[in-house]
């Protein structure tokens, strides 16, 4: 039997229309009420009808762009917007060139959660790709064991999630982060400083198990002092800096797992008037490379191609991951040529 908004309300306590306002995160609800609510939902396994509700198109017309990220709060930040430009506005080029459309949307709530199901079940989009998930995440094993065709970007390792629906693309951030670190190397520095993101990400994950690697490789030894837990955020790689500072915790460079985070760094490095560190960072954002810092370019434009053709043109045969090589950014000719096209056919 299906189940309609009558039962949830009824099972719940409370009217179709309070049903209805917190499936529509309409303020108006009282934080226990909508979390009663949402519980039913869940426990009913209820699928909302959105096609009044949402843009409405063929099942075979609209792709949905789903970036996931649990620190939204309900205003897009310049640097996430930042990070994910380039993947955006190429597959948009991707999508239209296939007379597609596309539906962006962020995913940072169970709400959200059962927003984006709901597009899926009533057909208003065709496939999705997903971006920005952590690892094993449920919302994200949902749609895997699902018959949806998505494509997952930078979500796992793991071949055994492949399926005939679902592809997994990847950037080779496992390589690049050698790279930077051998390069970090062999300019003389002895002392890294690592300053992770979220390692519940396969990004994050990646980027220090390529610095491990590199060290290992030239004999190294590993020091747990020099990797700093930070978040992505640009306060994470300032407080690495001065916490690092304070400690006593001696070193010659820094390769942050991300932009924001160097550029949190060079704040610190500057206020305590530190000079002569080298400085990577990862995401060739804009502005990173004028401010002395080296980066990465992960080429999230040709991870975005790869995620279309692969919802759009199976080939029937047995998946493999797809990686997507990055491109190491050193100086102002490198970062001049970042809108240029990087490795895809």
Not at 68 to 78: M, Q
Request: aromatic share 8%; net charge neutral.
């Amino acid at each position: 039997m299906k189940i309609n908004s009558t039962e949830v309300a009824k099972k719940a306590g409370v009217s179709r229309s309070t049903v209805s306002r917190v499936i529509n995160n309409n303020p108006n609800v009282i934080e226990s009420t909508r979390k009663r609510v949402l519980k039913v939902i869940e426990e009913l396994n209820y699928t909302p009808n959105t096609n009044a509700q949402t843009l409405a198109g063929k099942k075979s017309s609209v792709i949905g762009l789903f970036i996931v990220e649990t620190n939204y709060n309900n205003a897009l930040d310049a640097s996430l917007l930042e990070y994910f430009m380039n993947f955006v506005s190429k597959l948009s080029e991707e999508v239209f060139r296939n007379k597609h459309q596309l539906l962006l949307d962020v995913v940072y709530d169970q709400e959200s959660e059962i927003r984006v199901k709901s597009l899926f079940q009533n057909g208003n989009i065709s496939s999705g790709i997903f971006i920005g998930s952590p690892m094993h995440n449920k919302f994200i094993d949902y749609f895997i064991t699902s018959d949806n065709k998505i494509a997952l970007i930078d979500y796992s390792t793991d071949s055994s999630l492949l399926r005939p629906n679902v592809s997994l693309i990847n950037t080779d951030d496992l390589n690049a982060a050698i790279e930077i670190t051998t390069e970090l190397l062999e300019s003389g520095s002895k002392r890294i400083l690592h300053i992770a993101g979220n390692l519940e990400k396969l990004t994050a994950a990646q980027r220090l198990e390529g610095y491990k690697q590199a060290l290992l490789k030239s004999r190294i030894p590993l020091s747990e002092e020099l990797i700093y837990k930070g978040n992505f955020t640009e306060k994470s790689g300032y407080d690495a800096i001065i916490n690092t500072i304070n400690k006593g915790i001696k070193f010659d460079s820094i390769f942050a797992a991300n932009d924001l985070m160097a550029r949190g760094a060079k704040a610190a490095l500057d206020d305590s008037r530190i000079t002569g560190i080298p400085i990577w960072g990862y995401d060739n954002l804009q502005g990173s490379v004028p401010l002395g810092i080296m980066t990465a370019d992960p080429c999230l434009k040709d991870s975005a191609i790869k995620a279309v053709r692969s919802i759009l043109n199976p080939t029937g045969e047995k998946k493999q991951i797809q990686y997507t090589q990055a491109r190491l950014v050193k100086n102002m000719h490198d970062y001049l040529s970042r809108y240029e096209p990087c490795h895809h056919d």
